[in-house]
């Protein structure tokens, strides 16, 4: 008679393995320990063998039936289930052998160790984070030219189109050591030539490498002008809002005991938060008894009574009075700086950055997040953005960021 499930549910175990059997060679085995294992009998080239079908009750009755259907229907095809069961299993291993995830570490452990330990962190970061989750799965011979470019618009649509320069040279280095070791026939980032935009093509000009930024902030530091426009400049690169966000702060919407700045962007008409880092509150507190009785935070030095804010050529003029060019640094400059080290060097999520810098960021389903998304995190990010400017400026942690791999 054909098992139930109330049959199965009901069986014993006794002082051996009993049979229960169902039917076209399936059974369930019923070990003294109360374990139940679903078994096919079958016979292939005159000989008599058994396949494991799972164990009950993950597999059901019903799915073990349909199981052995499967089997028996490679029997009719003069294929042993046992050796297809095995064939199926070495053709899955060898495909994550070969998927691009596992070529990409591969390369990274053979060539890593020749590597700056800094240059190579970033590099596997910038993989596990832009490429494997879209296409590490995949076998590496079968990704196409049109499937790496979107993954790589990600990218540059989040505005990160130096990352994506980057990340899209990485790859290339992994298929043509695929190609190299016999995995892949050929390298599809030839194809993507001219895809992308140059990097060179940028608006505003900034320092992005880590040793020039250092110059820049000693430059600031150094600077003997009045105390609004010097704390100003000290504040620029730790905060790194829009220059006119910048000049309009006022202390009403600064709570020094939250070390929080709270304002309304007038770009987009959207509530923002800027977390204030250790470095950012001594300077908004050493200049609070200057100004802290006014209007405005930076107010402008032809206004005594502080109701009119500063003249927005006043940082780019001092910076100018300090050698630094309009070439090398504009006030928007410290954004793209903040954006492209936060990255790079220090691998914070791009989300992160990208609500920091008040840019429109949208979830799954289209809808703006508030102002208080990731705060937690943004907060430690940009505590962790300041004491990284402070070792730039003492010296350390000059990273090269174009070095290539």
Not at 252 to 262: K, P, T
Not at 280 to 297: F, K, Q, S
Request: hydrophobic content about 40%.
């Amino acid at each position: 008679m054909p098992l139930t499930d109330t049959a199965i549910r009901n069986a014993k175990a006794g002082d051996k393995a009993r049979k229960l059997f169902d039917g076209g060679g399936l059974y369930l085995e019923v070990a003294p320990s109360g374990g139940k294992w679903w078994r096919l009998k079958y016979r292939y080239g005159g000989k008599e063998k058994r396949l494991s079908l799972g164990v009950y009750p993950d597999v059901s009755l019903k799915d073990a039936r349909d199981r052995r259907d499967e089997a028996r229907k490679l029997l009719a095809n003069d294929i042993d289930p046992s050796e297809n069961r095995k064939a199926t299993k070495a053709a899955k291993v060898e495909r994550a052998a070969n998927s691009f995830e596992a070529v990409a570490r591969e390369w990274y452990a053979k060539h890593s160790p020749n590597w700056s330990a800094n240059h190579g962190d970033r590099i596997i970061r910038r993989l596990e984070r832009d490429i494997f989750p879209w296409l590490g799965g995949k076998p590496v011979a079968d990704i196409t030219a049109p499937q790496l470019l979107e993954v790589i618009r990600r990218i540059e649509q989040r505005g990160a189109l130096e990352t994506a320069h980057r990340a899209l040279g990485n790859c290339g280095q992994v298929f043509r050591y695929a190609v190299a070791t016999g995995r892949a026939e050929r390298d599809p980032t030839g194809d993507l030539r001219g895809a992308l935009p140059p990097v060179k093509g940028t608006h505003f000009a900034s320092v992005t490498e880590p040793k020039k930024v250092a110059e820049v902030l000693r430059a600031l530091d150094g600077y003997e002008g009045t105390l609004p426009v010097r704390c100003a400049l000290r504040l620029a690169p730790l905060v790194f809002v829009r220059p006119g966000e910048l000049r309009h702060a006022e202390w009403a919407d600064i709570d020094l005991d939250a070390a929080e700045w709270r304002y309304t962007v007038k770009k987009t008409n959207t509530p923002h938060i800027v977390p204030l880092s250790r470095q950012a509150m001594d300077i908004l507190r050493e200049l609070h008894p200057l100004t802290g009785n006014g209007r405005y935070v930076f107010p402008s030095a032809r206004n005594p009574r502080g109701d009119k804010p500063m003249s927005d050529n006043a940082i780019l003029a001092a910076m100018r009075r300090m050698g630094i060019s309009k070439e090398e640094m504009s006030g928007h400059g410290f954004r793209a700086m903040a954006r492209t080290i936060l990255d790079e060097v220090l691998g914070f999520r791009p989300d992160f950055i990208e609500h920091q810098l008040a840019h429109a960021v949208r979830d799954p389903n289209g809808r703006a997040y508030n102002r208080t998304a990731h705060l937690r995190e943004r907060r430690k990010m940009m505590q962790k953005w300041a004491d990284y400017l402070d070792k730039l400026k003492a010296g350390a942690e000059v990273i090269p960021m174009n070095q290539s791999a």
